[in-house]
RNA sequence: GCGCCGUUGGUCCAGUGGUAGGACAUUAGCUUCCCAAGCUAAUAGCCCGGGUUCAAUUCCCGGACGGCGCACCA
């Protein structure tokens, strides 16, 4: 068995995750997380929270899964989401059919933006053929497949909605009330924790590609012009870089730069995504992802979405293949400027100058009681188009008489009923669009990766043991309660600690089945990383045992310093520190 | 979505045209004073639908789910 498969198989039994809706069959690409996959992923996003909102002062927000179809026009999902595949009925292979005809044909190269029916004809007429065996595709069907789940919000189809495919997008519609919220000042970040949701063609690989996933994300909006990270805090952390260059090379491989080296040498083309590299590898490692096993790879110039400057991901290594587990991107204004498009809101902040500016500039106030009764209904955009052309090209009035053209029609007004003028203005700043800095963590694959890391087997006493070793503040249980024997008043007693472990705000288990041996396994098996046992000895002297998981050495301690001790131990104290 | 392979107690597997067996796990009892021990017992299964057949878990067809390859992957 694989290690894949190994995990597979301990998910199912204790509980992390498992197939939906086994009983009616299953549902590909769905995952229910059970008990102690519940807890992890908790853990996991607390920590994300801790480190991604309370440690950079950002803030966190939750917004519906439920969006309208205006959203991902704007975005772009409704388009680029929007595939259109075609199937030979020769061969049976799909290809996608935009991707046809855009090869094919020289002056297409957006064919995603044209109907099906469209994209069928020009493959008729075109003489498209299948590029797996040869066959005429003049005849074929073009069929439409989006990736995005779509539903009706309210009775009736009047009102289409989609289940988001991204969380960010609830961030960024939400952008004139946040920038409100955080008094228009520049930098500010917004953090969000949510599902998403893509109709997959073909889910994959367990937790890898699901239909319905955990993102973890930060849109960090800043001034392009003026912000800069706090790069120094970052500047000596290591990270681990298979940039584009060395992917691209015969012998490239991983090398390992400190971030301001990386900075220093352009490897990482933006500091603000320089520094969130940087930060997320604290992340990394308090969850326990195997760092032997993990790089930052940058993107190739060809994967890259066009409007992102720099981008990186963070990939994990799991049976053998490298996942992505984060993407981090320089978003630019991209996503603002869209919605304010689209939707006519005010998606820009006022920047102030340092000092306010003169500018001279040239403006119109057509006298519109002349240009009415002269050119009708044209008489509105005349005046818009004055007023442009003033803006563009003051010249154009020097003479008599000026000419601009409306729908193809030229109107020649003379320029003293224009009401043209050169006059000084003070200006105290202007509007600007933020930019976004976005890392974008995928919650489910970092579960995933971290059980596949953090499980393994070694020997203790000849006899085999499997083991999670979860860092102590990750695992789903703190700490395991057990009597050493169920009788003469052990089990109570070890009821009544595991009780007042649970007062004391501890995730505690209690088991008083099998041997201790038994269950001193079944807890290395979930990550427990540690067992406190009740013997006789502690009815005499008030002290049980403490037994750590990755050492399985046990010390002894007074059951009053109990909940001390375990503080000390989860954060990091070693059994004889104690 | 296409192709190949697969689906048997909770888990991992064996097996059969006459409805099944093991290992581990689980539960109970005995035993046991710290690492999956032993003994006894109990619980529990042939993915779904259709077809062939006297009879289908087994053969055939379709579906669901899974693995791999192709395609797809903001």
New binding site residues.
């Given amino acids: ?1 694989t290690e894949l498969d190994d995990l ?2 301990l998910a ?2 204790r509980g992390f995750f498992f ?1 939906s809706n086994e009983a009616y ?5 769905f995952y229910t997380y059970g008990p102690e996959g519940a807890a992890l992923k908790r853990n996991l996003e607390d920590t994300w929270r801790d480190i991604f909102v309370r440690e950079e002062g950002h803030m966190e927000l939750e917004a519906p899964t439920v969006m309208p179809e205006a959203v991902f026009e704007a975005s772009g999902h409704l388009d ?2 929007d ?1 259109m595949i075609i ?1 030979c009925v020769e061969c ?5 059919a935009d ?1 046809l005809v855009e090869d094919a044909v020289e002056d297409i190269e957006d064919a995603e933006a044209y109907e099906p029916e469209e994209v069928a004809e020009l493959i008729a007429d075109h003489g498209i053929e299948c590029p797996s065996c040869g066959a005429s595709l003049a005849d074929t069907d073009v069929e439409e497949f989006n990736l995005m789940f779509g539903t009706n919000i309210g009775p009736g189809s009047s009102s289409p909605g989609y289940l988001r ?2 969380t960010a997008q609830g961030i960024f519609v939400e952008f004139p009330r946040l920038k409100e919220y955080a008094r228009n000042q520049l930098p500010f970040g917004v953090a969000q924790i949510g599902r998403a949701y ?1 109709n ?7 937790l890898v ?1 699901v239909r319905e996933f955990t993102q973890a994300e930060l849109e960090h909006f800043i001034d392009p012009e003026t912000d800069d990270p706090p790069l120094e805090r970052v500047a000596d952390v290591e990270v681990p870089l298979y940039s584009a260059e060395s992917q691209n090379a015969d012998d490239g491989g991983v090398e390992t730069y400190t971030v301001g080296e990386a900075v220093e040498e352009g490897v990482i083309g933006s500091e603000w995504v320089a520094y969130y590299l940087g930060r997320a590898m604290d992340f990394y490692e308090r969850i326990g992802i195997d760092m032997d096993r993990f790089r930052y790879r940058q993107h190739l110039s060809g ?1 890259r ?1 066009h409007y992102a400057a720099d981008c990186w991901d963070a990939e994990t290594e799991l049976g053998g293949n490298w996942v992505e587990v984060t ?1 981090f991107a320089y978003r630019s204004d991209y996503d603002l400027s869209k919605h304010g498009e689209y939707s006519g809101e005010d998606f820009t902040l006022f920047r102030q100058y340092d000092e306010p500016k003169t500018v001279e500039r040239a403006t119109v106030d057509p006298d519109m009681s002349y240009l009415g009764p002269e050119f009708g209904g044209a008489a509105g955009d005349v005046a818009d188009a004055l007023e442009s052309l003033a803006g563009r090209d003051r010249s154009a009035f020097d003479g008599e008489e000026v000419t601009v053209e409306v729908d193809g029609e030229s109107y020649t007004v003379p320029v003293e009923k224009t009401g043209f003028s050169v006059e000084e203005q003070t200006e105290a700043g202007e509007h600007i669009t933020p930019h976004v800095v976005e890392p ?1 963590f ?1 919650v489910g694959r970092l579960v995933y990766s971290v059980l596949i890391h953090r499980h393994g087997t070694d020997e ?2 000849g ?4 083991f999670l070793d979860l860092p102590a503040d990750i695992a789903p249980t703190t700490v395991a309660v057990f009597p ?3 009788k003469d008043g052990l089990d109570d007693r070890a009821e009544e600690l595991a009780h007042e472990l649970r007062e004391n705000g501890f995730e505690v288990a209690y088991d008083d ?6 269950r ?3 807890q ?2 979930v990550g427990t990383p540690y067992c406190v ?1 009740v ?2 000895e502690t009815l005499e002297d008030g002290t ?2 403490v ?1 750590e998981r990755d050492s ?3 010390t002894r301690v007074a059951v009053d310093e109990l909940p001390g001790a375990l503080r000390q131990l989860v954060g990091g104290a070693t059994l004889s520190e104690l």
């Fill in positions: 068995m597979a198989e199912k039994r197939p069959g299953g549902t590909a690409g680029g989401f595939d199937e049976g292979a799909t290809h996608r991707h495919p991204e893509r997959e063609i073909s889910p994959r690989r367990a590609r994967e979405a993407g974008s995928g203790v006493d006899e085999q043991r499997a050493l024997m169920t089945t099998g041997n201790i041996g038994r001193y396994r079944r290395d098996e046992t013997d006789y049980v045992t037994r399985t050495d046990q």
